[in-house]
Nanobody
Framework: QVQLVESGGGLVQPGGSLRLSCAAS????????TGWYRQAPGKQRELVAT???????NYADAVKGRFTISRDNVKKTVSLEMNNLKPEDTAIYYC?????WGQGTQVTVSS
């Protein structure tokens, strides 16, 4: 079983920034598409951003221009830099590597 360990969630004021990181135990991490998803209260889980093993990225329209996803195939990590955070970004954020998921980390944007 692949283990994903997330860090970086927390409480931030609107306009602030957070960086989420996810460390994977997968032996062949480099071949998997990785990404971040989120689930807000009362809503379905939605895609935030993905990045494949060639570095091609995909972002949800709601975060495009504010969030940046990156990966390090040596350290086996995938990160999400979140800037200019808005209250509607409040959600549990989940790291995804291939078919595996992290436990989720809470991001709360509030004044």
């Amino acid at each position: 079983q692949v283990q994903l360990v997330e860090s970086g969630g927390g409480l931030v004021q609107p306009g602030g920034s957070l960086r989420l990181s996810c460390a994977a135990s997968a032996t062949i991490f480099s071949i998997y598409v990785t990404g971040w998803y989120r689930q807000a209260p009362g809503k379905q889980r939605e895609l935030v951003a993905t990045i494949n093993n060639y570095g091609t990225t995909n972002y949800a329209d709601a975060v495009k221009g504010r969030f940046t996803i990156s990966r390090d195939n040596v350290k086996k990590t995938v990160s999400l830099e979140m800037n200019n955070l808005k209250p509607e970004d409040t959600a549990i954020y989940y790291c995804n590597v291939g078919l595996w998921w992290g436990q989720g980390t809470q991001v709360t944007v509030s004044s």
